[in-house]
């Protein structure tokens, strides 16, 4: 039976709950002075983690929370360890903004040098929603994956994942080592309790340069521009069904 070495990416973003605005450049959100959150799917990461450490305690060995970003990452990395995380890993970025395949590069060497053999992510960021990450690891790594989960069952040495799709389920087994990627129905985070936190402040994290991973993380895409979405247009009043019919034949709906 395999011991388990969990890694669990996280990503420091604009809070959910924050309405987000243009930068002056036209080409990139605002985030001075914004509230900065632990991405909402990567919470779901950790606590799948925890989760499966507390059905299986001696299965799983470690569990290591990653991110790499700005040094301000370190505040979601504490909330991870706050959450049941073990130890922290940050790659300091600084002003460098790091697309999905750059990612997934300096993960693989993260799972080579730290003997992981399960990794658990959320499917998506909530700033590019680019959902990619997961699914470029498990190729570099030549590992199996399974993505969206709505549930994981840890076995001997596979992993069966439940996903939704559309109109019901999908059930899919792999064996380890393998990725996962988390979607919203997976649970329920539990919230960081002040005890947790204190005792987080005090587990170990290491800060890494983003030029210790080497070349080729450059970015191949430029953002040409970033704009609102267009005001909703009021709606209609009709008088009857007769009336209704018309202005959908109007509007070429029928």
């Known amino acids: 039976m395999t011991s388990l070495r969990v890694l669990v990416p996280i990503k420091r973003v604009l809070d959910y709950a924050i309405k987000p605005r243009i930068a002056a450049s036209g080409k990139a959100v605002d985030l001075t002075g914004q509230k900065m959150s632990l ?19 001696s299965r799983i060995s470690d569990i290591l929370a990653f991110s790499a970003g700005p040094a301000k990452s370190q505040d979601a990395l504490r909330t991870a360890m706050a959450m049941g995380a073990d130890r922290g890993l940050l790659v300091d970025t600084a002003n460098t903004d790091l697309e999905p395949l750059a990612v997934a590069k300096i993960l693989k060497k993260v799972v080579e040098k730290e003997n992981v053999n399960l990794v658990i992510l959320g ?63 997976l649970n329920e985070p539990r919230y960081a309790s002040l005890p947790n936190i204190m005792k987080a402040k005090k587990k170990k994290l290491d800060k890494e340069t983003l030029e210790s991973y080497g070349a080729g993380l450059e970015g191949r ?20 069904v007769g009336g209704l019919v018309e202005k959908l034949k109007e509007l070429g709906a029928i």
């Open 221 to 240: 895409l430029e953002v040409l521009e970033v704009s609102e979405p267009p005001p909703r247009q009021g709606g209609g009043k009709v008088a009857d």
């Open 123 to 185: 499917k998506q960021s909530i700033d590019d929603d680019a959902g990619q990450t997961g699914q470029m690891l498990a190729g570099l790594l030549g590992w199996g994956q399974a993505t969206q989960a709505a549930e994981i069952q840890l076995q001997e040495d596979s992993v069966k994942v439940v996903k939704e799709v559309d109109g019901g389920t999908e059930t899919v087994q792999g064996k380890l080592p393998m990725v996962v990627t988390t979607d919203l129905r």
């Open 39 to 57: 991405n909402p799917f990567d919470e779901l990461s950790i606590e799948a983690s925890v989760r499966l450490r507390e059905a299986h305690p």
